[in-house]
Each structure stands twice: as structure tokens, then as C-alpha cells.
């Protein structure tokens, strides 16, 4: 078990950090799609649909974001790993709290404005429930 938890760690720490890092690439796919363009609100649906399709592609394509969401996903093949041979009522739990601490943590890193002292105390109950779940 406690090497299980160890992986649960882990996946959390790898989805709080791409989290932080797909969040900054959406940032800049938000940034494209502000650029002025033409706006026909008399499109037929298939255009919306094309329209919609483009946007997709157009965030793919932004390595900043694709390459962490890639790494994200392996992470959750790993967690359903994990899932096969772990109670949910434990990984649940202890993923979810350290991605929470972890995409706080991250975000500070990269810069993002927050509220330090409740990002802290966040993390300092997040880490603390963490130690209760697996205690």
C-alpha cells in the first residue's frame, strides 16, 4: 500500500503541474482567437461546425498546451493502473488533494497572481487530510 500511495503522489504532482502548465497554453490559445476576424452571425451550422473544429485544432497545435495535456493523460492511464489494485475510497482522496496542492504550488511557480497565504493554508490542510487518509 505504501508504495501505492507513493504513485498516487506522483500522478497528483504530474496533474497539478500540467494543469498549471495547459492553463498558461490556453491562455495563449485565448490570446489567437481574440485577434480581429470576420463575424457572420448568418453562418449555416455546418460553418459554426467548421468554425468550432478549426478552434480545437488551432488549440492542438499550441505545443504549450498539447505536449503537458499528452503527459496529463498519461498520468490518468497510470491512476486507472493504480485503480485496479487500490481502494477508490484512498486514491481518490489522495490524488485529488495533492493535484489541488500541486496546481497551486505550480501556479505560484510560473508566476500566476494568487493569494500566497491562502494558497498556503490550502495546501497545508490539503497535505495534512492527505496524511490523515493514508494513516
Not at 63 to 81: G, H, R
Not at 102 to 116: I, K, N, Y
Request: hydrophobic share 55%.
Amino acid at each position: 500500500m505504501v508504495g501505492d500511495t507513493g504513485k498516487m503522489v506522483a500522478v497528483g504532482l504530474v496533474w497539478g503541474a500540467t494543469n498549471a502548465l495547459m492553463r498558461r497554453g490556453a491562455v495563449m490559445w485565448d490570446q489567437a482567437l481574440k485577434s480581429p476576424r470576420r463575424s457572420d452571425p448568418t453562418r449555416n451550422p455546418l460553418d459554426r461546425i467548421r468554425a468550432s473544429i478549426g478552434k480545437w485544432v488551432k488549440l492542438i497545435l499550441i505545443w504549450q498546451y498539447s505536449v503537458p495535456f499528452l503527459i496529463n493523460l498519461s498520468a490518468s492511464a497510470t491512476f486507472f493502473a493504480i485503480l485496479s489494485h487500490t481502494p477508490i475510497s484512498l486514491a481518490v482522496p489522495v490524488t485529488n488533494a495533492t493535484t489541488f496542492a500541486a496546481t497551486a504550488v505550480f501556479g505560484v511557480l510560473l508566476g500566476e497572481s494568487t493569494h500566497l497565504g491562502f494558497a498556503f493554508l490550502g495546501t497545508v490542510l490539503i497535505v495534512l487530510g492527505v496524511w490523515l487518509c493514508i494513516s
